[in-house]
């Protein structure tokens, strides 16, 4: 199947602001982006840069900082890159209608290895066992996506933080860290500025 054909096949992109459909070339450096969408249900999509489109989650309750938090992360469509910079309001009745907010993002690097070699993120994807180092502006270090359900119609896979330095059990950035990472805003002044 082509690259975002259900990304282009679920919207009408003449009535959503949301970006074009475009496979961008790899960088040097991957990004990471977890956008805030109050959408009929609220969730954090979880996004990361692997081959040159942007490989999606939705997380209902958000990332944990806390490495005994298993959160649920359901694969979603694959994004276009330039959606990590995407911020304001899909028209109610749009795909997806609601307030987006880029809650987060960053550079993040694999470091998934298996026999003492690094596990090329495509193959991790397939395997269902990410293992990535975050470098973001609230989230940093290590995080697992794990599929937890193979050859079944659901793609579950649950988002973990790793133990490392940057694990913090107290710390709940979802709730108290709750404006844009890019543009300091929160979801109210986001929705009025359209
Ligand atoms: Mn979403």
Same mark, same amino acid.
């Given at each position: ?12 992109? #003449? ?11 790899? $960088? ?11 959408? #009929?249900?609220?969730?954090? !999509? ?9 490989? #999606? ?10 490495? %005994?938090?298993?959160?649920? %992360?359901?694969?979603? !469509? ?22 987006? /907010? ?33 470098? $973001? ?15 079944? #119609?659901?793609?579950?896979? @649950?988002?973990?933080? /790793?133990? !490392?330095?940057?694990?913090? %059990? ?11 990472? @890019?543009? !300091? ?10």
């Amino acid at each position: 199947m082509p690259k975002l054909k259900k990304y282009v096949e679920r919207r009408d992109l #003449s009535k959503s602001k949301e970006p074009k459909a475009v496979v961008k070339l790899k $960088g040097s450096k991957q990004i990471f982006v977890i956008q805030k969408h109050e959408a #009929s249900h609220l969730h954090y !999509d979880f996004r990361l840069e692997i081959d040159g489109v942007l490989v #999606s989650w939705a997380v209902p309750k958000g990332p944990s900082t806390n490495p %005994a938090d298993k959160r649920l %992360a359901v694969r979603t !469509d694959d994004h276009p890159m330039d959606y990590a910079k995407f911020e304001g309001i899909i028209p109610e009745g749009n795909y997806g209608g609601g307030t987006v /907010m880029v809650w987060d993002y960053g550079i993040y690097k694999n470091i998934k290895v298996k026999d003492g070699k690094l596990v090329p993120m495509k193959q991790c994807l397939k395997n269902g066992q990410i293992e990535v180092w975050l470098d $973001g502006h609230k989230l940093k270090g290590g995080y697992a996506l794990i599929k937890t359900k193979f050859g079944s #119609s659901g793609d579950n896979w @649950l988002l973990v933080k /790793m133990r !490392d330095d940057e694990a913090d %059990a107290r710390r709940n950035p979802v709730s108290t860290q709750n404006k844009s990472a @890019l543009t !300091d805003r929160t979801m109210t002044e986001i929705k009025k500025a359209q």
